[in-house]
């Protein structure tokens, strides 16, 4: 793991502790990758509720509110129960624009005790800003976060 994640992670231990809130969890974890992740535009989750996902916590510009599972590059990430790590936005079929500036993003899906409880969702205005590297941090970002909760 690099030292970013490595930073986020100890940043993500000592907020965490004592505390077993997940909405408190979700929004220190996103405000965590806001400071420490470099070009990045957006950073947060959608929560599963029935056949969609709907804005959770977040930090950057206002975000599309519902995603339903399946479209766009989140929805994908939910249905298919993988992450997904898109260079080019643009070039992504059914992709759902936010925010305009965005042109790469990353998507890892949350999932507890077998069942899908939502994403989280990493975007910057620069494409192929992601990496391999990116998703096993961030796999372990959320890790870190189920097993507060």
Request: charged share 20%; net charge negative; glycine share 8%.
């Amino acid at each position: 793991m690099n030292s970013i994640y490595q930073d986020i992670d100890s940043a993500l231990t000592g907020l965490f502790e004592g505390e077993s809130d997940w909405v408190c969890n979700l929004s220190n974890t996103a405000a965590v990758l806001w400071m420490y992740l470099p070009e990045i535009n957006w950073a947060g989750f959608y929560l599963r509720q029935g056949d969609e996902l709907v804005l959770g916590p977040f930090q950057g510009k206002p975000a599309c509110t519902r995603i339903p599972i399946g479209r766009g590059v989140c929805g994908t990430a939910a249905a298919e129960l993988e992450p997904q790590l898109v260079a080019d936005v643009h070039a992504f079929e059914g992709h759902i624009a936010c925010d305009a500036a965005s042109e790469s993003e990353v998507v890892i899906p949350m999932i507890k005790d077998g069942e899908l409880i939502g994403v989280l969702d990493v975007d910057a205005p620069v494409k192929s800003r992601f990496s391999q590297e990116d998703v096993v941090g961030l796999q372990a970002v959320v890790e870190r976060l189920l097993a507060s909760a």
